[in-house]
């Protein structure tokens, strides 16, 4: 554990072992960076075109929806990865990448293929209903597909210098704000009329297909760069089988940190989207308020994730007291929805969630960064991969517990 975390400086900051392999131009960083942001791009796409889920299906309290069956996939595909201790041999990292990153376009394209269709028109509301629970089913195989693109990245990352855990972790709340970006423009480019906002979806959707489609040209070729095939042949020859013995060692060491990213995204997932998008109102913004939220939310998070590159704490112990803390968030927002009226305007709601936003970004790169260090080299993927599922579970409790705003 010494030896793992001796390139920590005081300050917090990482420094660079001598043998190395350098990555010059930063082309290995950059390519992590966007395959963490095509990880998380299709969840974003589904929770931030909250105002077209909801002209389609305004009974149905989609986001909610969408969070459970999102978050469940996603963590039984991780769950699975952990229990089968092969999977890295039978499948390669680049056979999973490749699968996830095409189960992804495959299912963000069942929503424009279903409009366009006039599946919603057809007249009865069984048609539907059966329109709504195949969207429902393409985001139940996004989730499969992020489980196994995220569990992959993740736990390839853990065995990697931390400036890779790093940039996969930026990557992710970069595309937070990409999408919120997109559907911004796509909202105001065209009318504020059914077809309008039906239009404005379908671009949405496809240009996100799109960039989906650039990450699976990333992933291929990651490989081909000289400094990941020194980092790979480096660490192959660390790695070992790990026996359940030292699995339980392992598990024991990460416990309080796997327990720090349980608590993060049980807080922030019963807050955000479905709080942010369904139980609040503004006369000044009206249907761009939730939209707002969101994008506030996604630039907060990235800058809470960028700013890892700059400052890492070090203590577990703190880090994890940090997350505990969080848990003031809930009656902050209570205060917010039945509270005094001066705290039911928009800046006390605007500035929780920045900070919602923040304190999620920072303390997930942090124990992401810290936990697989903390452990031998050889027992780094499954230490990463432990605290993907503790980060699922976080996800499928918090989406669980969203529901009690609208109980």
């Known amino acids: 554990m010494v030896q793992n975390l001796k390139g920590m400086e005081k300050g917090g900051s990482f420094i660079r072992d001598e043998n190395e392999p350098r990555d010059t131009y930063k082309i290995a960083y950059i390519i992590h960076f966007l395959l963490g942001a095509g990880n998380l791009l299709p969840w974003n796409a589904f929770i931030t075109a909250v105002d077209y889920f909801g002209y389609l299906y305004p009974t149905k309290h989609v986001e909610n929806v969408f969070s459970v069956a999102y978050m469940t996939s996603s963590v039984l595909i991780l769950v699975l990865m952990l229990s089968w ?10 056979l999973r990448l490749n699968l996830g990153f095409s189960m992804f376009v495959l299912s963000l394209m069942v929503t424009p293929i279903i409009e366009w269709t006039n599946w919603h028109q057809n007249g009865t509301n069984v048609e539907s209903n059966a329109a709504y629970f195949v969207i429902v089913a393409s985001v139940v195989i996004c989730g499969l597909a992020d489980g196994l693109i995220g569990g992959s990245l993740v736990g390839s990352a853990g065995k990697l210098p931390k400036q890779y855990m790093q940039a996969i972790f930026a990557g992710t709340a970069s595309s937070g704000v990409l999408i919120s970006i997109l559907r911004i423009i796509t909202k105001v480019s065209l009318p504020h009329t ?49 026996s359940r013995h030292k699995f339980q060692d392992m598990a024991r060491t990460i416990r309080w940190p796997a327990f720090g990213i349980f608590a993060i995204y049980t807080v922030t997932l019963s807050i955000f989207p479905g709080f942010l998008a369904e139980n609040l109102e503004s006369k000044l913004f009206k249907d761009w308020y939730p939209i707002l939220l969101i994008t506030v939310y996604n630039v907060s998070d990235f800058a809470g994730k960028s700013f890892t590159a700059v400052y890492v704490l070090k203590s577990f112990g703190k880090a994890t007291w940090f997350c505990i ?77 969203g529901w009690f705003w609208i109980i």
């Open 194 to 242: 059914p077809q309008g906002l039906k239009t404005s979806a379908h671009l949405y959707f496809i240009t996100s297909t799109t960039i989906l489609i650039g990450c699976i040209i990333c992933c291929n070729l990651l490989y081909k760069l000289p400094v990941m095939q020194q980092h790979y042949a480096l660490v192959q020859d660390n790695c070992l089988p790990c």
């Open 85 to 94: 201790t092969k999977w890295n041999q039978t499948l390669s990292l680049r």
């Open 325 to 401: 803390a969080r848990l003031i968030f809930y009656p902050l927002f209570t205060a917010c929805l039945h509270g005094p009226k001066w705290l039911k305007n928009e800046v006390p709601i605007i500035f929780l969630t920045t900070m919602l936003g923040l304190t999620n970004g920072y303390l997930t790169s942090v124990i992401m960064i810290l936990a697989p260090k903390s452990v031998p080299t050889s027992e780094a993927e499954i230490a990463a991969i432990v605290m993907a599922v503790s980060l699922g579970m976080g996800l499928v409790s918090g989406s669980v517990l």
